[in-house]
């Protein structure tokens, strides 16, 4: 059109805003944040440098871990604020808390301001492993809101870059601050809140204007991207297991996750461009098929005793729920049994799961296992945490779309096999920790996205910033009750029954320790009656909802989509 370089130049500069501004680059990077958001899973690796040099027992450090998870899970400050506020305010508060929590855990560590009491330190790990909800308020919702209809794959996705970010992180700090496990509090302190803020404004709700028939082939193409990022840390994690790593290594180990990582920004940058030649083509190009007749929608009356347009109190309409998949207000969510069944199934699986994910440390040190070893415990369960998540998602979203099956099915499912890992612990042979790791980490991962996604279809999307933060508060609880007062008391009894053997009481050691099989088998029978518990109560809600899950669930989403399509 006889443009000058230009207006070449100003092509490339739309081009360029349209990909940074689209749909599937706001993707990656919330793929990069959740990335950076799983810092909680790291605990294991640096609690022992907490427990020495603070001088803490066993109890004490579990205290902490529920604080922890208390943070972690307590997500409905910021799905509150996310109601109100747009996203790139939430996701600056969660990186400011990121850093402030973690910078004073890491000050604290390494002696450099005078030692804390136990409360401060409690609320230091609380703050920053808060942010995280921030994170997932920004990046997940968001993420929901502008794919509804490819809602499991985009959580599995997103939770199962969270679910990496234990091994991510891991070869970052190996490669920046050698094997110091105190530098690793550092680094989860500065780069997720870096991240949040370099991408802070790419991340936001963009209304779906045109449904691309090929949405669950990207998300796919987003998966194997991820596969492959989750085997090379895999490998990576074994080989430093049976190798001593030279530096250089492991700069070279974390160039190539950094690689990968970044994988799906191609995919994302092509589907940019794909909408970006749709739009530059002539409208006489672009073929529109004649939709069939459909009878026009008939507008629901208002009740008769009701004036219309009058609106009732939240307070009022607790009782009067609407039909599953509805937008229910928050407190006919909250005060739901549906919502009452989730919360129990929360308590057992995810408060189990977290208990044996923090202790695992400990639990490598008392069957004897080097430090080198427990660390590759922990690196197995972000792994396999991520193939949990990401096989929730995809894989109930395939049953879902092809055989109708309900998603609580494949969370009942998912809770016996955690009863599995658990019982592996309590009744350890040879190399069983590696076994249980990867099965305690693949349940724990797959247990999110089916919560989040349930909850997402049960009550609808309006409200769902909030609805997904309250999903996980019976997490905190259960973590607290099984982790500080099942775990870490029964272990510490132990380790002092042990000390009366050898004619000493707790007075005479600075770290209370247990060696031996008996320190967690108690512990951890009592952890597995609970989640199976919790999958025998997951199955009552696999009863109430089989009749909704075979219905055409996300119907009103494709009719909203072609009805945005063909009015603009």
């Known amino acids: 059109m006889g443009e000058s370089g230009g207006g070449g130049g100003t092509n490339w500069f739309h081009l360029m805003l349209h990909v940074i501004r689209g749909r599937w680059f706001s993707v990656f990077a919330s793929f990069l944040i959740m990335a950076g958001a799983g810092a909680t899973y790291l605990f294991g690796t640096y609690s022992k440098d907490i427990k020495a040099s603070l001088g803490y027992d066993q109890s004490t450090l579990n205290l902490l871990g529920f604080f922890k998870d208390l943070g972690a899970n307590v997500g409905v400050p910021s799905g509150l604020l996310g109601e109100i506020t747009p996203t790139w305010f939430v996701l600056l508060v969660g990186s400011g808390m990121n850093f402030a929590g973690y910078l004073m855990i890491w000050l604290a560590v390494t002696g450099k301001i005078p030692k804390p009491a136990v409360w401060h330190m409690c609320a230091y790990i609380c703050i920053g492993a808060n942010s995280q909800n921030f994170a997932n308020t920004g990046a997940l919702v968001t993420c929901v809101k502008n794919f509804p209809e490819s809602r499991g794959n985009m959580i599995g996705l997103l939770k199962g870059f969270t679910g990496l970010s234990g091994a991510i992180l891991t070869q970052v700090y190996l490669a920046v601050y050698g094997n110091d496990s105190k530098s690793l509090i550092l680094l989860i302190g500065w780069l997720p809140a870096a991240i949040s803020v370099i991408f802070v404004y790419t991340i936001r709700i963009i209304p779906v204007v045109q449904h691309t028939s090929h949405e669950a082939k990207v998300f796919y193409h987003f998966l194997y991207a991820s596969i492959v990022l989750a085997l090379f840390l895999m490998v990576m994690t074994i080989l430093e297991k049976v190798m001593s790593f030279p530096r250089e290594a492991y700069a070279a180990s974390a160039t190539g996750c950094i690689v990968l990582l970044f994988v799906p920004l191609a995919i994302a940058i092509r589907e940019e461009l794909a909408i970006w030649n749709l739009k530059k083509q002539p409208p006489s190009e672009v073929t529109v098929e004649k939709p069939a007749e459909i009878e026009p929608k008939k507008e629901p009356l208002p009740p008769p005793d009701e004036p219309k347009g009058s609106t009732k109190s939240c307070f009022l309409t607790i009782c009067d729920k609407p039909p599953r998949g509805e937008d229910y207000t928050i407190l006919q969510a909250l005060l739901s049994i549906d919502m009452l069944i989730l919360f129990v199934a929360t308590f057992g699986g995810l408060g189990s799961s977290l208990t044996a994910i923090d202790n695992l440390g400990q639990i490598g040190e008392s069957l004897g296992y080097p430090t080198k070893t427990i660390k590759s415990f922990v690196s197995l369960v ?41 019982l592996l612990i309590a009744f350890p042979f040879p190399g069983s920790v590696y ?84 320190c967690y088998r108690l512990p951890f029978i009592i952890l597995a009656c609970v989640t199976c518990f919790g999958a025998l109560v997951s199955f009552i809600l696999v009863i109430r909802t089989r009749e909704f899950y075979r219905s055409d669930i996300y119907k009103k989403f494709r009719e909203n989509a072609e009805e945005s399509s063909s009015s603009s």
Request: proline share 3%.
């Open 435 to 518: 076994v249980a790791s990867v099965i305690i980490g693949f349940s724990f991962g797959a247990q999110l996205p089916l919560i989040f996604a349930i909850i997402s279809e049960l009550f609808g999307l309006k409200y769902y910033s909030t609805l997904f933060n309250c999903g996980q508060l019976a997490s905190p609880l259960g973590s607290y009750i099984l982790n500080v007062k099942v775990a870490g008391s029964l272990y510490d009894h132990q380790a002092v029954k042990e000390l009366a053997k050898k004619g000493m009481n707790r007075s005479d050691v600075k770290e209370l320790i247990c060696i031996g099989v008996k």
């Open 382 to 422: 972000s792994i396999w945490n991520y193939f949990g998540r990401v096989f929730a998602g995809f894989v109930s979203e395939g049953l879902l779309a092809k055989y109708k099956m309900p998603r609580p099915l494949m969370l009942t499912l998912v809770l016996v096999l955690s009863c599995i890992g658990l």
